[in-house]
């Protein structure tokens, strides 16, 4: 909207910046916190020229990482996560799960609502090592998850325990057709072979469009495709010299990748992984007697000492249960449930 009285805050504001702006107003006014506020949120929110004051949308905004979202808060950010959004910040709760000791939390890290899981894998991993206390194995769930990752875990001596990233080819993803895993990388001769028994005839390395990942680029000849008995099944058909096309990761990233995909189709690792959903019930005892969904302090800073309190509350009734044989308590069931279940 670019009228009402979103247009009107927009020009009151700017109104009392001018003011305090005046060189014949007070300098120490500049200082104040909330006028440095006022004045971040009219220049991210707001164009302002010939045609007035007007909302900025859409792409003209600043990036997320960058954009204010509460003045109360000038650290909290806007985060999406299976379609619940939310403005504040993450946690990333560490826990110990040996059968036969307490289940203690031994990292907490805190991020603003828009970094990445993924970014935070190696944080955590670099904390546990400075710390002594880097696991064998760390059992994680997709979001922590990248080929890089399990690369550079492998390198820490760690077993990175989590869902592979899915092939996000378009036949992979219609189920239908060919996708990169029928396709056989010979990555001596930089080339690959196709389902038909092809050759390709062009191999580059470049970044990637969107995260500047390291990526290797292959190209089919159009005169093999064009022909080819399998070709509906591999790709549209080619207008020019050039054929299917496939995108991957370089050969340890690709190889890890593979390696994960495969284990994680089989029985034993699926009956190894069930252990993860024990990080559902700490997180579901840490909202239920710490109240972690809602910060009580502003900025980053104070919100992550907050949560690192409720991080060692936690690890004391725990720990407190352990030594005086208190058994565990059930798993929750919610009422929909519990009526599924009378039925």
């Known amino acids: 909207m670019n009228s009402g009285p979103s ?29 440095q506020v006022l004045r971040q949120s009219r220049v991210q929110q707001y164009h302002r020229d010939e045609r007035g004051v007007r909302w900025r949308e859409g792409k003209d905004l ?12 000038t650290d909290a950010r ?12 993450k946690t990333h709760l560490t826990e110990t799960c040996e059968p036969d000791a307490p289940h203690v939390i031994t ?26 206390l880097l696991p ?43 996708s990169r895993a029928d396709f056989t990388i010979d990555w001596e001769a930089e080339s690959a072979i196709c389902p038909g028994g092809h050759r390709s005839f062009e191999w580059w390395e470049q970044k990637h469009h969107r995260n500047g990942t390291p990526v290797l680029k292959v190209f089919f000849s159009a005169e093999h495709c064009r022909p080819c008995p399998k070709q509906v099944q591999c790709t549209k058909p080619p207008s ?18 593979e390696v994960a995909r495969q284990a994680q189709e089989t ?25 972690l969904r809602r910060t009580r302090y502003r900025n980053l800073h104070t919100t992550r000492l907050g949560h690192v309190f409720a ?13 005086t044989g208190t058994p565990l308590g059930g798993t929750r069931t919610s009422h929909l449930e519990a009526l599924m279940l009378a039925a």
Request: hydrophobic content about 40%.
């Open 267 to 291: 029985d034993e690792w699926k009956a190894r992984y069930a252990i993860r959903a024990g990080v559902e019930g700490t997180i579901s005892q840490a909202v239920r007697v710490t109240g």
């Open 136 to 178: 064998d194995v760390h059992v994680v769930d997709a979001g922590y998850t990248t080929a890089a990752l399990f690369v550079t875990a492998t390198e820490r001596g760690i077993e990175l325990l989590g869902p592979a990233p899915h092939d996000s080819s378009r036949q992979s993803r219609q189920d239908q057709g060919f």
């Open 107 to 132: 990292q907490v890290a805190t991020t603003d609502a828009v970094v990445a899981d993924t970014e935070m894998t190696e944080p955590v991993h670099q904390t546990l090592a400075g710390r002594e």
């Open 240 to 257: 020019g010299r050039r054929g299917r096309g496939i995108t991957f990761l370089p050969r340890e990233r690709h190889q890890a990748l």
């Open 311 to 323: 991080a060692i509350a936690l690890n004391i009734i725990r720990i407190d249960r352990w030594l």
């Open 62 to 73: 600043p990036p997320v990482h960058h954009r204010l979202c509460s003045p109360y808060d």
């Open 7 to 35: 247009q009107q805050v927009g020009r009151d504001g700017f109104f009392l910046l001018e003011a305090v702006y005046d060189p014949m107003a007070p300098g120490w006014l500049r200082e104040v916190d909330a006028v």
């Open 78 to 89: 806007y985060g999406i996560k299976r379609g619940s959004g939310w403005t504040g910040y």
